[in-house]
């Protein structure tokens, strides 16, 4: 081995040794460890399961989690201090912000809600919903939570959506 291949392995270790601290490490979460919690019936209509939280660690302020809505269920209304991304997993589901249109979801869709915005969201009448929803702490909170969707507000019958 020559001098500079010497060298080089010499640095690429302590590199390795450098970013081997234990606030560097990469983290893995495994799924089998995660239980699901049903959703707090103050925040939630039906039945709602949330599952695969996370909370990355300051400085990072991004969390989020898998959160899976029976046909009908929804969030209440709520806002968010940085906004909230929703990754719609599965399912049919609905979006709305507050004197807006619904607006129907499905698999692969990406919902933006930006930060101060009410709104709900959660499953179509027929159908269950899963998302990935992602949002970012402000002063440690992500969520404020609002009064719950009324069966009008929530609108769709049975059937309705999509005709």
């Known amino acids: 081995m020559n001098t500079k291949s010497i060298m080089t392995a010499a640095m ?3 590199a390795t040794a450098a970013f081997a601290e234990p ?4 983290s893995v979460t495994r799924a089998a460890s995660q239980v ?5 019936p103050e925040y939630f209509t039906g039945s709602v399961k949330v599952q695969s939280r996370f909370q990355a660690n300051a400085p990072a302020r991004v969390g989020g989690g898998l959160v899976s809505f029976e046909p009908a269920a929804r969030t209440a209304w709520h806002t968010h201090p940085l906004g909230q991304t929703l990754i719609v997993t599965e399912g049919a589901g609905l979006v709305q912000h ?3 249109d619904i607006q129907e979801i499905g698999p692969g869709d990406v ?3 930006p930060p101060g915005v009410k709104h709900w969201h959660g499953a179509a009448p027929d159908s269950g919903m899963s998302h990935i929803a992602i949002s970012e702490a402000l002063d440690g909170k992500t969520v404020d939570w609002m009064e719950h969707v009324s069966d009008d507000q929530y609108g769709p019958k049975s059937g309705d959506v999509g005709e």
């Open 23 to 26: 606030d560097r490490e990469v």
């Open 98 to 100: 507050w004197e807006g």
């Open 111 to 113: 919902v933006w809600i």
């Open 36 to 40: 699901a919690t049903a959703g707090a």
């Open 12 to 14: 690429a270790l302590g």
